[in-house]
């Protein structure tokens, strides 16, 4: 099992910035692929970055490409989401997950349906 802990979310101004932290604990967290997920009241959760287990590749959704970056730091079991220029249209529950199918494998999924373990969930609240 992986327990997976957000924080960071909050409420920015249009253009402002915020780091997600996402931390675990439990099994190994270097061995799984991590990514991040949204959903905005009445959408269904959709994926916004993802990252291999070795930190060497990522994924991002085209709407936050250029703005948002997903790190990882395997020493300290943490994974983060450095997110810039936000819009109103970023609001939403931010979760932080983690694929534990394939451990040290080379699938960076986007597809929620693929990871195993998520956090509860933080918020956050772009105002225009």
């Known amino acids: 099992q992986v327990q997976l802990v957000e924080s960071g979310g909050g409420l920015v101004q249009a253009g402002g910035s915020l780091r997600l932290s996402c931390a675990a604990s439990?099994?190994?967290?270097?061995?799984?692929?991590i990514g991040w997920f949204r959903q905005a009241p009445g959408k269904e959760r959709e994926f916004v970055a993802a990252?291999?287990?070795?930190?060497?590749?990522?994924y991002y959704q085209d709407s936050v490409k250029g703005r948002f970056t997903i790190s990882r730091d395997n020493a300290k079991n943490t994974m983060y989401l450095q997110m810039n220029s936000l819009k109103p249209e970023d609001t939403a529950v931010y979760y932080c997950?983690?694929?534990?199918?394939?451990?040290?494998?080379?699938?960076?999924?986007?597809?929620?349906?693929?990871?195993?373990?998520w956090g509860q969930g933080t918020q956050v609240t772009v105002s225009s």
């Open positions: 990252i291999s287990w070795s930190g060497v590749t990522t």
């Open positions: 439990g099994r190994t967290f270097s061995m799984y692929a």
């Open positions: 997950a983690a694929d534990g199918t394939s451990p040290w494998g080379p699938r960076v999924a986007t597809a929620p349906t693929a990871y195993d373990y």
